[in-house]
């Protein structure tokens, strides 16, 4: 079992910056990668960005490219989610999850789950 704990939520203004992040235990060593997904109220999840542990590769959905950076510190087992140029559509409850294997994009290729984190983005 692995356990996430999402952190760094909290109201911000458009054009603004936040960091997100998310400490991983338990048995983390059948964690290859990390993502980052989203979900707005009467939305579905959606996929914000992914790394994996090792060589720190990384993917980013279109909507986010340029402003969000997704990054990892092996050592703390953390992964964090750097946020700039906030706009009003990025406002959505943001998990973080992990995957067995690279690279995982959708929501059913990860296996565990934070309790997520709320960002809102004022206009």
């Known amino acids: 079992q692995v356990q996430l704990v999402e952190s760094g939520g909290g109201l911000v203004q458009a054009g603004g910056s936040l960091r997100l992040s998310c400490a991983a235990s338990g048995r983390t060593f059948s964690s290859y990668a990390m993502g980052w997904f989203r979900q707005a109220p009467g939305k579905e999840r959606e996929f914000v960005a992914t790394?994996?542990?090792?060589?720190?590769?990384?993917v980013y959905a279109d909507s986010v490219k340029g402003r969000f950076t997704i990054s990892r510190d092996n050592a703390k087992k953390t992964v964090y989610l750097q946020m700039n140029s906030l706009k009003p559509e990025d406002t959505a409850v943001y998990y973080c999850?992990?995957?067995?294997?690279?690279?995982?994009?959708?929501?059913?290729?990860?296996?565990?789950w934070g309790q997520g984190t709320q960002v809102t983005v004022s206009s």
């Open positions: 999850a992990s995957a067995q294997m690279w690279a995982r994009l959708r929501v059913a290729d990860y296996d565990y």
């Open positions: 790394i994996s542990w090792s060589a720190g590769s990384t």
